[in-house]
């Protein structure tokens, strides 16, 4: 693609040098020039008035999708059990497939899982793609990424879902590049344009500042990575579905890996995902001392401990604990922010808390934005006194 000026019609306006992002264009004499450092974007085209700026390139027409249906969601599985954050795409691909008419299915790789499609069938999906071999026992990107590249290629979803985990965020990379699509990383919302029926993936962007929402017009199946604890479940007890059954063939020196061992991390508490209440301390709770008198209002309500990046970075909490845009999205029924300021980072990771309770010595701290409940003060003093409040409310 080559852009060029057209002399005669130019009269120098500028607009196409306010509107090139990368500075590539400059006026010369009162006339418009394209820079070598031009990227042939396409910005000056659709600024100029004069129509003075054109190009050789032929607009990219759509293909025809007609044959790709249904919404797919990857069925996360380790050790025959099911990742939560499976169900929860499941909720919103309830959502898209019933915009787009279509079914909704999920993919089930492993070894002697069959007993896990019920569950899947029961929070929606119409079909369960079942691949079983001794080989899928524990994972390798390798033999899940040649499993899930046959059943595209065969059965072509619009429309392929996979959890932000360790797991997902390996396997949808090697997926995507392997069916020729491209992927949508770390979705917090997803939705079906009404117009063009395609996928619209909304995703954190410049470090947070921004969201921005992504589609993919030329390639199928759509592919998108969400964070766990961003989707709601939807459970559906008398939903009916059929598993099919899908023979693959593998072999050990086709891996490129062997798995020797299998070391289970030691972790205390509960995962953050599935906590129902949550105290969440930042930079304000000025050291391992402050998170002390977190974990006991934790302790006392029954909840898990967690933090902003700031209390990982100081090592007062562990990197697992951690809340926000690249820590954990959680859902809890309470989030207590005890001197957090409330950055959109951290906010992203928190914004679907049934209720937020916020603790800031700044009145003016962004977390109230957001918080149903805010008390202003140190949080050294609200805490003790909460918790003296909630033993003395059981001793009644």
Known sequence: MTIRIEIDLCNGCKLCVKTCPYGAVEIEDGKANILERCTSCGACIDACKQKAIQTDAQPRSIPDFSERKGVWVFAEQWGGQLNRVSLELLGKAQELAHTLDQKVSALLIG???SGLSETLIKHGAQTVYLSEHQMLRDYRTTAYTHVI?????????????MGATYMGRDLAPRV????GVGLTADCTELSIDADESVLLQTRPAFGGNVMATIVNRYSRPQMATVR??????????GNKGDVIRYKISLSEKDMGTKILEVVKEDRKGVDLSQAKVIVAGGRGAGGAGGFKVLEDLATLMGGEVAGTRVAVEEGWIPADRQIGQTGHSVRPELYIACGI???IQHRAGMMNARYVIAINKDPRAPIFQVADWGMVGDLREVIPEMMAQLKSGRDE
Do not use: H, T, W, Y
């Open 176 to 179: 995507s590049r392997r069916v």
């Open 341 to 343: 300021s409330g950055a």
């Open 228 to 237: 766990p604890g961003v989707m709601a479940a939807m459970a559906r007890p």
């Open 149 to 161: 590249k046959e059943l595209v290629n065969q059965f072509k979803p619009n429309i392929l879902l």
């Open 111 to 113: 070894d002697s899982v």
